[in-house]
């Protein structure tokens, strides 16, 4: 009896035309579901001016209105530049962006980054509420490349359509590492005439220069030093004997700040009775690889030679692992001294370092591009008269007690160089604004540089900047720093690339 009812109420003609109908509905839904999804673009936006790109969970672009490309350590203070850039009308500010590797995985780069954000965002406030009311007044955004700047290219072409209203984009400051990523970045922007303003670039390749051919980057300006003026001021601080010197560097090409640093630190060395001590970092220098394991064999080589000390051409992981490597030397009655350049910075919060390696008459010192004791007096250490002032470091501690509720961490330089950059730029657009107008044209900018120095230089709290006529600092402080037994980043003395302060003019030689 049951089967027999079944059967007629699933196999009647009726329920058959039925049960058809149904079947169809749903599969005609199924299909529509896949045509849609196949024929609408899916939405890869993360913000306003913010999207992932095809094959990247990475949300890359730029964006003022306090997104913080989902990393939380950038939350405060891209909610304080939106704060900020809110209280702009449309017809009185300029636009200045901050391009950097925001969403990087390197605890170094993060930290970094986050620090230079603060930096910039410190002396956005400034030019804002307290030069007098001068025009234009300054409005900022965050630039995101990706990690390892991979994305630089859609960030950079975004860039360049910002020029016009309501934009009005008229420099980019950041530019924060010497890698070749940063130096197409680079190249694309000042080709496209907008002023470029380097906060920690000290790659010589990445600049300009006297000589036919070497205007690649017209409108770019940097406030570090390059990787020469860093070997230099380390040589004059170290009184280096080339006898008892080696030098340790990387082999991996196309690194413009390790490629240069060893150029640098062998022209130093010459003379020096040894070759160089070889190692290959991974592609991305970030990365551990198996570099560790080549320390620990050159730890033994060094301990066969008469060296001294050991300048080191390589990026801050390795420098790390080296570190690491010679703290557990054989000869440990020996005292050796590293010398190295800004990516010494990193050092401090690294968590990886061995500290007690730093108690093994082993002594770490690195050109920093500032910090914050460099134009503190303090007793038996005067601050020089030219070059930099306290006054104006000072007026830097008061801006970025701003930037956050709890106090920004200084000791890298990284808050300090990225104000500087950030107050270049400004100076640079309110010098290019003809009077009676709101603010410049967008090549106007970035032919300021040459101006940039004498009385018209840039009083940064890191030291003046007086730039030549190639967008180059003359002359820039370049405070040593020895990385202390506990991990901490001690101010040793200010060292000067030309071996002494500039003059009270401040006007760079001719060169070349």
């Known amino acids: ?14 329920q058959k035309i039925v049960t058809t109908v149904l079947a169809l509905a749903v599969l005609g839904t199924g299909v529509g579901y896949v045509v849609d999804r196949a024929t609408t673009p899916e939405d890869r936006s993360c913000a306003r001016g913010v999207e992932r790109p095809a094959g990247s969970a990475e949300c890359v672009g730029v964006n003022g209105d306090g997104y913080d490309f989902g990393v939380p350590s950038l939350t405060e203070v891209a909610r304080a530049i939106a704060t900020e850039n809110a209280t702009l009308t449309s017809d009185e500010y300029a636009t200045v962006a901050l391009l950097l590797p925001l969403t990087s995985t390197d605890p170094g780069m993060r930290v970094k980054v986050q620090h230079e954000v603060q930096g910039a965002y410190a002396r956005q406030y400034r030019a804002n509420h307290a030069s007098n009311s001068e025009t234009p007044r300054i409005r900022l955004v965050l630039a995101n490349t990706g990690k390892g700047n991979a994305h630089w290219r859609p960030t950079v072409e975004r860039l360049k359509t910002m020029t016009a209203a309501p934009d009005r984009l008229r420099a980019v400051s950041g530019v924060a590492t010497s890698s070749t990523e940063v130096r197409q970045a680079v190249a694309s922007l000042t080709g496209a005439g907008i002023a470029v303003v380097g906060t920690t670039i000290t790659a010589d390749d990445i600049a300009n220069g006297p000589g036919a051919g070497n205007n690649r980057y017209p409108g770019l300006a940097r406030v570090s030093p390059t990787n020469s003026d860093e070997a230099k001021a380390l040589a004059h601080f170290g009184k280096v ?14 690194d413009h700040y390790t490629d240069t640093l ?11 009775p040894y070759e160089p001590q ?3 970092s991974p592609p991305d220098p970030t990365d551990e690889g ?15 030679t008469r060296a001294e000390t050991v300048f080191f051409a390589g990026r801050h992981t390795q420098l790390r692992q080296f570190i690491n490597a010679l703290g557990a030397r054989g000869c440990a009655e020996r005292a050796f001294t590293i010398l190295t350049g800004d990516e010494g910075s990193y050092l401090g919060a690294d968590l990886k370092l061995d500290r007690k390696a730093l108690k093994t008459r082993l002594t770490v010192r690195y050109a920093s591009l500032a910090h914050p004791d460099a134009w503190q007096p303090s007793p038996g250490r005067p601050v020089p008269r030219t070059g930099g002032s306290a006054a104006a470091y000072t007026t830097f501690v008061a801006d970025i007690a701003r930037a956050s509720k709890t106090p920004v961490p200084l000791a890298d330089g990284q808050a300090i160089i990225a ?7 400004v100076h640079a657009i309110r010098q290019a604004t003809p009077d009676g107008k709101h603010y410049p044209e967008t090549a106007d900018v970035a032919t300021q540089w040459p101006q940039v120095k004498g009385s018209l230089r840039v009083e940064g709290a890191g030291g003046w900047i007086c730039l030549d006529n190639f ?21 040793v003395q200010i060292a000067w690339p030309e071996g002494r302060p500039p003059a009270a003019s401040c006007l760079p030689p001719r060169r070349g």
Request: charged letters at 20%; one cysteine or more.
């Open 278 to 280: 070889l190692f290959t």
């Open 1 to 14: 009896m049951a089967d027999r009812l079944r059967y007629r109420v699933w196999f009647t003609t009726r």
């Open 262 to 272: 060893k150029t640098a630190f062998a022209a130093s060395l010459k003379g020096a």
């Open 241 to 254: 004997v080339a006898a008892r010197a080696l030098l340790v560097q990387d082999t991996r090409t196309g």
């Open 471 to 491: 967008g180059n600092p003359f002359d820039k402080a370049v405070p040593i720093v020895e990385l202390a037994q506990d991990g901490s980043q001690r101010f």
């Open 419 to 425: 104000y500087d950059a950030m107050a270049t730029a």
């Open 290 to 304: 198996t570099t560790a394991n080549t320390f620990r064999q050159i730890t033994h080589l060094i301990c066969d």
